[in-house]
């Protein structure tokens, strides 16, 4: 008995340490990188952490939510965020609301159009040991998933905002 | 001693009395508007409606926050909404975000600055029944209740979104 326990510690550890070195990334070896390959359910409904407008190509309008170890975290100032943590942005069309415009009297109103995509940050140090501790995923708006390609994109951007653990919205009071 | 507290007693009724009609606001007399003159508790955390921004002198970005009755009533489509629906609208300065458009090599992104206000609409279609069921409140940055002056222009704006309760902001998918 002792010896069958002892057989079956000795391969957990090795499927540990291969698992360990297949997503830590050997020296000698190109990393496959992970994604977020799932849209974590009920996210529609967390809790906010901020909103933002961008310009350019993006002209998007978007609300970044939080799940409740996320907003824990945020709401504590507590950082690098813990694992479990799962930020999500959600992006629309910014498009003007000429419903809000004709009230006002004036062309001033800007209102989240059609869903153009949802993105992801999961927090995992082991499974995303790779990309700084983050899975990340974009989903289209027929809830597919993005292209590899792009999906490389995500990291080396966010690795530039070292000082709030990869993150860059800040939670909005 | 007696007397004195009977005039006071006196004074306390006549004085309820008289605030509690000018707040049913009675068909022969002028309706003294009333307003939301206390922030829900809480209201930070509730759940996402939609993101909005306002270019002018508004120039604010802002999220529109529901509670569970009024996230409820948008998801199921109901309207009007339920007494018990509490609106908060969380407006902060409109902001470039100089972090992030380093990031993005060029100035496209735009982030909550400093709060600016925040608003509420509440339905009690009986306390509120002078202005159509909703009562309206706007609280400065330091929390302080906005003056009576601007208060009164809630209702009469919001009155021309009959066909949606009153309510402007529609639910983001």
Redesign the interface.
């Known amino acids: 008995m002792k010896r069958i326990a002892f057989l079956l510690a000795a391969v957990a550890t090795m499927a540990g340490a291969f698992a360990s070195v297949s997503q830590s990334g050997r020296a000698d070896e190109k990393a496959a990188p992970i994604f977020v390959t799932q849209m974590p359910p009920g996210y529609?409904?967390?809790?906010?952490i901020?909103?933002?407008?961008?310009?350019?190509n993006?002209n998007s309008?978007?609300?970044v939510?939080g799940n409740d170890v996320a907003?824990k975290a945020y709401q504590e100032g507590k950082l690098p965020f813990p694992d479990g943590t799962i930020i999500a942005a959600?992006h629309?069309k910014?498009v003007p609301?000429e419903?809000?415009n004709k009230?006002f009297g004036?062309?001033?109103?800007?209102?989240?159009g059609?869903?153009t995509n949802v993105q992801f940050m999961i927090k995992d140090s082991r499974k995303y040991a790779a990309t700084g501790g983050w899975g990340f995923g974009h989903f289209n708006k027929d809830g597919t998933l993005g292209d590899e390609a792009f999906m490389k994109t995500c990291f080396p951007?966010h690795a530039?905002?070292k000082s709030t653990d990869l993150v860059?919205?800040?939670y909005?009071?």
Chains 1, 2 share one sequence.
Request: glycine share 4%.
């Open positions: 529609r409904d967390w809790k906010l901020s909103v933002a407008h961008e310009e350019g993006l309008i978007g609300a939510l907003i959600l629309f910014y609301s419903e809000n009230v004036r062309s001033q109103s800007f209102v989240p059609p869903p951007c530039q905002a860059f919205t800040r909005a009071p």
